[in-house]
Each structure stands twice: as C-alpha cells, then as structure tokens.
C-alpha cells in the first residue's frame, strides 16, 4: 500500500504498525476470553452499563475504521485496501493499526462487479462476519443491532460522497451501483444465510427523508457527565 494511500486513509484514523501503542489484534477479538476481557475494558472507558452497550460501541467504531474507509476508498481512489484480520489491531485510542505489507491495495479493473464481489467477500466474509459473531457471542447484543451500526456507517459514507459528486454523473452512477449491489447479494457474500444489512441500506431521497434507525444501538445508555442523556442523531428511541 502507497504511501499516497495511507496518508488518505489517516483521516479514518488508520495507523501504520508501530505508529501507537497495541490494545488488542483484531483476530484476538474471535477469542471469547481475549474479547471478553477487552469489552469489560471498554465497558469501563465508556462508562457503558454492560458488555452489551459496549460491544454496540465498538461495532460502530469498527464499521468506521474498516468499512467506510473501503467505500470511500473505491469511489475517490478507485481500489481498495484489503484488512485481513491477522494484519489489524486497534490501539488504546481506538485507530486502526495495520500492517501495510500484509494490507495489499485492490485496484480496480474493467470488471468492475467482478471487483467488488471481491473487495467486499474479503471485507465481509472474511472480516467482519467473523468480528460480529464473536462480539455476540461475548455480549449478547442482537445481531440485527450490530449490523444495523455498520449499515449506518454505510449510509453515511455514501450520502456524503453523494454531496460531494453532485455534478459528476459517472461518480454518482458508479456510487449508486455499489450500493445497489450491496442491497441486492446473498448471503453469501456475508458467509451469512442472508444479507444481514438489507433491511438497513437507504439511498438518495428515502435517506433524507427517514434517517431513522430501526434499532437502538444504545449509545444513550452511555453515562455522561451531569447524568446527561445524549442520543445518536438517528436514534428510534429519541423519536
């Protein structure tokens, strides 16, 4: 991975290995004792109330680092970093740390549904299926809240790349290709029975007029200072 590329992957708070200090490998995280014991760390920091609120944080942190970093990737640089887990580790402030050498760039090709099928399977399949699972299975937060939090993430990155293409119609064509093709795979792109974040994925118009969650991630649950009560701007529960 280029130089060029990192630099534009700092503003996801990706880090080169030995740029910060390790917390936890993110293949340690399938582990239940290592990720049990890293959520009740988190628990702490967060002044979450359980494991559960905790793990809903911290997919929601991941899904930033991994997910939108790759979206944007592939609509302004037109490839993809590749994050096999044995490669990533978070730090004590929640970046990613990678090693840039087992981290090759994806550049796309003419067949560029071929492309994505792969750059998503590596993304998903083989990342962060496994992360949700495991999270889980340590915290007992539903699975459907997990992925909504990364199918919010999803949301975001490309209504903001949407804003910043409005008079580049390739760009927007291309944007909502990619979104479209989410929204329509199989499960097996997820190594899932079903697509877990279809019920989740809006675009465009539907977007801005019902942001709204269909589920809670939690975040109010989070003690704040003065025993403020703070909601996430797409929060069902606020509503």
Known sequence: MSTSVIERLDSFDIK???ESDISISTIDLLQEEKALAYLQNQKEKLNAPNLAVAAS???KRYAYLVVSSTLYSMVE???APCFPMKACALTEKRALCINEDDCPWQEAHANREEWRTAVFQELFANHLTPLLLALQRVSRMPQSILWENVAVRINSTYRKALDDCAENETKKQSIYDDFLFLKGADGE???LKENPIKPYLKIG????SNPTRQTCCMYYRLKKEGGKVSYCK???VKK
């Open 189 to 191: 792109l997820f190594q």
């Open 234 to 236: 797409v929060c069902p």
């Open 57 to 59: 944080m911290l997919s």
């Open 205 to 208: 118009e539907e977007l801005h």
């Open 77 to 79: 640089l037109n490839g």
């Open 16 to 18: 080169r290995l030995g």
